[in-house]
């Protein structure tokens, strides 16, 4: 194991959390702020996109360094429940975007076809956004286990070191903070208003930009 693999590997709790995360549930609730409601939806919508495919790039990084470490270490691979939770969460998180894509932003897709794929993509959203706290929370728990054994000088996980409590406590705020997300992406009154005629149709990006 070398100083630049163990490095490599630290790195995924930061860019999962920060990309299929962070970065998610701020393009989950963009639609759910007032400010956004009284004005042009186009801007809106290419930074929802942006957000999204940020989010994913991230986390398929994050998905690449961990194959890396554990391929460099003769480690297998998928062999943990966090593994295929995260797994799940980033293909359905792709499959999702390119519907979105497909579905919401091209001209050529029939309307009848974006008004069947709206409730369906706000409620994988939610889904995969609870797979993301299931996918974070068993990381962490994961991690707490293999490194606090008891050796190497390191004190064991039952004991509650700092260690433990950091990774517990982080835990705890990120469900938290996923439940109150959840909270805001599922009440009626915090929806974006329909205001305009092209929103319930719900037009493309290409045909509204030429709008």
Known sequence: KTEYDTEHF???????ASGLFCL????????RIPLTWGQNKLPWKLLHAALMLLALVLSIVGLCAVFDFHNAQKTPNLYSIHSWIGIAA????????VAGMAGFLLPCSPISLRK??????VWLGGSILTLSIAACISGINEKLFFVLKGINMTQPYSALPPEALLGNSLGVLIVAFGLVVLKILSTREWQ???????????TPLLQEENE
């Open 10 to 16: 630290l790195n995924l709790p930061c860019v999962d």
């Open 24 to 31: 998610f549930t701020a393009g989950a609730v963009l639609y």
């Open 90 to 97: 980033t293909a359905l998180f792709a499959m999702q975007w």
């Open 116 to 121: 069947r794929l709206k409730p369906m993509h």
């Open 192 to 202: 974006r208003p329909d205001s305009r005629p092209e929103d319930m149709a719900y």
